[in-house]
């Protein structure tokens, strides 16, 4: 009950929050629809990172209780996993099945549907995100998890935009914008928190480095006073080896790959040539 209601009330909020970004947004006025939406899903992606990660990190670095921290983030993981599905999947067929006015001879009409809006399904994926990246230590699994809750949503967006909602219109774009950036933001952050998971809040130090700890009569797990130091130091070095991996693999992989370059660069070379075909 508590995790239902902690699920609960975090879609109540994230209602709220949706209208205090939307009027805030608004005011700033900004000088192009670019500037507009990244502002805006900066907004909503705070307002709702907050409702839905300060308990966990309340538990995490303060309360520093490993064991609450991954039955609280399991539940409300797989709470939220499974809301998704029934929001996602098994709603919108029981409402194709039941609504009939927006079929003619089993094919939808466009104009009675709904119109698609991807930024929840985007803000959805990238909260679940977070709890992957930023709590992987508390809870391995989660990756495997959202794994099969995106596989499933896959095929139900694909059912929605078929069935349920207006097909959307194609835009050319470089890139997924500012989605991008927070992505790129939390897997960085990531190195920090688990990192600090590794070392203050679970014993998954102490099984590499006992001499760094010790534990009272309670069975609580503390630092030895005089190495508290170096336990701070190797935590931090750990941080700083997996940020400079984590450059190295940034800079190792190419944006556009090799094969896809080659025909890039072959096919500006062919219209050069039909270009200068047409000079002559």
């Not at 995790?3 to 994230?14: D, K, Q, R």
């Amino acid at each position: 009950i508590p995790v239902i209601m902690h699920a609960v009330s975090i879609n109540i909020l994230n209602a709220i929050y949706r209208k205090i970004a939307t009027k805030l947004t608004e005011w700033e006025n900004h000088a192009s629809q670019t500037d507009h939406e990244n502002s805006y899903m900066l907004k909503r992606f705070l307002f709702e990172a907050f409702d839905c990660y300060i308990a966990l990190f309340y538990l995490a670095f303060y309360a520093c209780d490993i064991e609450r921290l991954r039955s609280e983030l399991i539940a409300v993981f797989n709470v939220d996993s499974f809301r998704r599905i029934i929001m996602e999947v098994v709603i919108p067929m029981i409402v194709h099945k039941v609504n009939k006015k927006a079929q003619v001879a089993g094919h939808p009409q466009d104009l009675d549907l709904d119109k698609y809006e991807p930024f929840d399904d985007w803000l959805e994926i990238l909260i679940q995100f977070g709890y992957v990246t930023l709590f992987a230590s508390a809870y391995p699994m989660a990756s495997l998890v959202m794994s099969v809750a995106l596989a499933i949503e896959l095929r139900s967006d694909c059912f929605k935009l078929t069935y349920l909602c207006q097909k959307p219109k194609g835009e050319q774009v470089s890139g997924i914008g500012m989605w991008k950036r927070l992505l790129q933001c939390m897997v960085w952050f990531s190195c920090l928190t688990n990192c600090l998971l590794f070392g203050f809040t679970s014993d998954q130090m102490l099984h590499y480095m006992p001499d760094f700890y010790m534990r009272d009569e309670e069975g609580n797990t503390h630092i030895v006073q005089d190495k508290g130091w170096m336990a701070i130091l190797i935590i931090f070095a750990l941080e700083r080896v997996l940020i400079y991996i984590g450059l190295a693999l940034t800079g190792l992989i190419p944006t556009i790959p090799e094969h896809l370059l080659i025909k890039l660069k072959r096919r500006k070379y062919l219209l050069h040539m039909n270009q200068k075909k047409k000079e002559e």
